[in-house]
């Protein structure tokens, strides 16, 4: 079971890293990591789950995040009281996206940032990601508002991107009127 303590916290310098394209077929490791990315991500957003195993709530994860500079993430988004769609795409690049751009009201979060940030992050409404799932079928996933936003946070991640570089540090909520907020 992955431990909250195992995730890289932001002064993490592997977290600045570009991460490399994976090859296929997967290594056993590799499979062996999204299986508990995905089961981490799951519990985390069931309460008595997050609190009995002492897990911060997430729906994104990057390999990266827990010290491995591959291209792969994954997705639990939580649809339904306890209902669940699990996303797993390696090597992702998003194809199209919308010229609406939106922002987390509330502020968007980070596993590996554990403090309180202020400011908005402008992200596109919608995305088409293209990729390849973990058998190495090309796979191409049209995302809208929220889970847009954790595709585009979590392949930041890949490019060594945090979301806080994209909040301006003079004035963090500039711009604020020229998008919608979810």
Do not use: W
């Not at 290594?27 to 069931?46: C, G, R, V």
């Not at 911060?56 to 669940?84: D, N």
């Not at 799932?133 to 847009?148: C, H, P, S």
């Amino acid at each position: 079971m992955l431990k909250t303590s195992e995730i890289l916290d932001e002064k993490d310098k592997r977290l600045r890293l570009v991460s490399e394209e994976v090859t296929f077929p997967l290594a056993k490791e590799d499979k062996d990591l999204i299986n508990k990315m995905i089961k981490y991500l799951h519990d985390s957003q069931i309460e008595k789950l997050a609190k009995k195993y002492d897990l911060r709530p997430g729906m994104g994860m990057a390999a990266i995040q827990l010290g491995v500079a591959k291209r792969y993430l994954t997705i639990v988004h939580e649809i339904g009281e306890e209902e669940f769609d699990t996303y797993v795409i390696c090597n992702p690049k998003i194809v199209s996206n919308s010229e609406e751009k939106i922002y987390v009201d509330m502020g968007e979060g980070c596993l590996s940032i554990n403090r309180d940030v202020e400011g908005i992050v402008p992200r596109y409404a919608r995305v088409t990601v293209e990729g390849y799932d973990t058998e190495g079928n090309k796979i191409r996933i049209r995302a809208r508002e929220e889970l847009a936003i954790a595709f585009q946070h979590e392949i930041d991640h890949l490019n060594g991107i945090l979301f806080i570089d994209h909040i301006d540090k003079k004035n963090p909520y500039k711009d604020q009127d020229k998008y919608r907020a979810i």
